[in-house]
């Protein structure tokens, strides 16, 4: 069980187009879904965090208006990186919680953009 | 602020024991975890243990907390080339959100 998954797992797109990608618990409810970004040197950023049918809350130094993120359902998160360049380019990883009451994050695959 | 530190690089041969370790500066984290990242996937979590509780062994895997020294580790007993991977400390305190470590990349050499 706790199964999220990513689409697309991978994406190349031209410079000043959008990208959405989608975050979906597969088999539970997520009431928290959380947008993390990974850098070339391994560590990993928290962009923002989302409860389902409110706000997203950013992260300092995340641009809310660049990352545009709607969590609609309680099994459906999206970011869409807006007018995207290279510098965007990443590993982007949501995580999930549930209602299990233990502070327990699944995570989706990832989804690496390439942006030219 | 909260601040997770953990080495960059660790190298073992095959059948010997990995210790990959954490260390952390918020005294109030609620859980800790071990996440581990394969090539090109996201990361999955591998065991968390809760702060109150100073050892919890799972198969190969055994975690050990000093609360003290705010000092995790993960041992991994007859370490094999699958498990080559980048390991993950991490910590979470109110609110789920968690904060990694820089990550331990495990080379296991044969």
């Known amino acids: 069980g706790a199964v999220v998954s990513q689409h697309p797992s991978r994406v190349i797109c031209k410079s000043g187009t959008s990208v959405k990608i989608e975050c979906r618990s597969l088999?539970?409810?997520?009431?928290?879904m959380f947008w993390y970004r990974q850098f070339p040197k391994q560590s990993l950023m928290l962009m923002a965090t989302?409860?389902?049918?409110?706000?997203?809350?950013?992260e300092q130094g995340v641009e809310k208006d660049k990352f545009l993120i709607n969590h609609a359902s309680l099994t459906l998160s999206t970011l869409t990186v807006t007018s995207a360049h290279p510098e965007d380019s990443s590993f982007y990883i949501c995580?999930?919680?549930?209602?299990?009451?233990?502070?327990?994050?699944?995570f989706g695959p990832g989804t690496r953009l390439t942006v030219l | 602020g909260e601040d997770v530190e953990q080495s960059l690089f660790l190298s073992v041969r095959e059948g010997d024991s990995s210790v990959i370790n954490c260390t952390y500066t918020d005294s109030s984290s609620t859980y800790l975890y071990w996440y581990k990242q394969e090539p090109g996937a996201g990361l999955q979590l591998l065991t968390y243990?809760?702060?109150?509780?100073d050892m919890k062994q799972d198969q190969r895997l055994t975690v050990l907390l000093n609360k003290k020294d705010k000092h995790l580790s993960l041992r991994i007993a007859d370490t094999q080339t699958g498990d080559s991977a980048i390991y993950f400390c991490a910590e979470s305190i109110a609110g789920n959100m968690l904060t990694f470590g820089g990550g331990t990349r495990l080379m296991v050499k044969p």
């Open positions: 088999d539970f409810q997520a009431t928290t």
């Open positions: 243990i809760f702060s109150n509780m």
């Open positions: 989302s409860n389902e049918g409110s706000k997203a809350t950013y």
């Open positions: 995580s999930a919680t549930g209602t299990s009451g233990v502070d327990t994050q699944y």
